[in-house]
């Protein structure tokens, strides 16, 4: 309660008031770090696929892994088929990793291993509002591997304040922009992704362990693809006005 009605003084717009709230649930459920996203399920693979977001509480590096690991295809995520399901079904819902995958099958997964525990993240808690289409916007709240998991009172507590507070899933990623992503190979979105947060061609290439040259072939094709000529001007189709949210709704 107190957070929610803190959040009338809170300076800013939307945006602010976004990080602040989301900042504040994570405290509240001791999260390390959470992640904002607005996505779609791919109608071929069934995966989530995410375009464009925001985070707080996790470095660069376990960002990108979270990037990766939805648009791995060579070992899926094991969360996919369980999130997608949930999707379809139209429903606002909120549910802890274990509820949807067990112990022994997320420890099993190359795909966990490679993105998640390499990158000291494990236990997540999400929250989504699906879309029409098949579309979705979510967040996911994260724990580090040495961490205990997520409570049930912790799930309620996330699921009392977005039925409170539905605009913190309002897109912020334009809907044309949403669009022409979507029509992005996995490895495209991924660079996208990191690209529209404002990280420069190397440190793409750093994070996601490929060469300059390889993530300036990217960049190139991304240009293309939204007709624009400049890193700045990729940005701002992708975040262009999408709307003040119904902040009552």
Known sequence: TRLLSDLIVVEGGFEQKRRWLLGGLATLIEADGWMWTAGQVDADSGAPMSVGGLHGGMTDAQVAAMLEATSETAYPNPLDEHLSALVAHGSPFVRRRQDLVDDETWYA???????????????????????????????????????????????????????????????????D?????????????????????????????????????????????????????????????????????????
């Not at 362990?209 to 072939?217: D, F, N, V």
């Not at 990217?218 to 000529?229: A, E, G, T």
């Open 109 to 175: 997964s190359e795909n966990v291993q490679r993105y998640y525990l390499a990158h000291d993240v494990d236990h997540g808690l999400f929250a989504i509002k699906p879309r029409e289409a098949g579309g979705f916007f979510g967040t996911g709240f994260f724990r580090g591997v040495d961490r205990p998991a997520f409570s049930h009172q912790h799930a309620e507590l996330v699921a009392m304040v977005m039925a409170q507070a539905p605009w913190a899933q309002h897109a912020t990623v334009h809907p």
């Open 177 to 249: 922009a949403r669009a022409a992503a979507l029509e992005l190979s996995p490895r495209l979105r991924v660079v996208l992704g990191l690209l529209v947060k404002g990280h420069s061609c190397d440190e793409v290439a750093e994070l996601l362990t490929l060469s300059p040259h390889t993530i300036k072939g990217y960049m190139k094709q991304l240009y293309r693809h939204f007709d624009v000529s400049s890193q700045l001007q990729l940005i701002r189709t992708i975040n262009s006005d999408a709307g003040e949210p119904d902040w009552s709704a």
